[in-house]
């Protein structure tokens, strides 16, 4: 498969998973109006379950970009010299994964301890908005609607769940801090 037909199966299935949240969550809408709330809450897991997905999938997406496709291009392409542009973001522009942890944390607590994933990303960003610069807010180069500080913070919340701060057995969608992840928030919050 070619590199653009692979990144065209992405876009594809990003679209996709897309209709399917809307018409899942046209026809939750429906149901709660008419008052059949066993399907619409069917429909919410269902919605929640796809957004998730979504989710995956642009991460996925990126990686792919960036573990397939780049490094196949940037073999095949002589160096790029120092002060030329080129469409990956060099390093230390953006703000480093490490300042997220903290933010990530805190949002959880804002929201009782656990919610759904997007008004934690929502919640972290509003935490982080003094010292978000300009390229954490330009796009990912595979999902130019997904600025690079929200997949940061997905990519952080991979890594918190690995160290048993956040829940690796919450609901799909859902994102929760752990016991564990209280006591290291309550020792390291001064650190902001």
Do not use: C
Not at 101 to 127: C, K, M, T, Y
């Amino acid at each position: 498969m070619k590199n653009s037909e692979s990144k065209d199966a992405f876009t594809i299935l990003l679209k996709e998973l897309n209709t399917s949240l809307d018409t899942t969550n046209q026809e939750g809408a429906r149901a709660f109006q008419t008052g059949n709330l066993d399907t619409a809450s069917v429909l919410v897991q269902r919605a929640q379950k796809l957004e998730d997905l979504r989710e995956r999938v642009r991460l996925l997406a990126n990686e792919w970009d960036d573990l397939v496709f780049k490094s196949v291009t940037e073999s095949k392409k002589p160096s790029i010299p120092k002060g030329s542009s080129s469409k990956k973001l060099k390093r230390g522009l953006r703000t480093h994964e490490d300042k997220y942890r903290i933010p990530l944390l805190q949002a959880l607590v804002d929201l009782g301890g656990s919610s759904n994933l997007h008004p934690v990303i929502d919640r972290v960003g509003e935490i982080m908005k003094p010292i978000l610069n300009e390229y954490d807010y330009t796009p990912i180069n595979s999902d130019p609607d997904t600025p690079r500080w929200r997949n940061s913070t997905q990519w952080v919340r991979f890594s918190l769940v690995k160290e048993g701060l956040m829940s690796s057995d919450s609901p799909v969608g859902t994102w929760e801090i752990t016991e564990a992840g209280r006591q290291w928030l309550a020792e390291n919050e001064d650190l902001t």
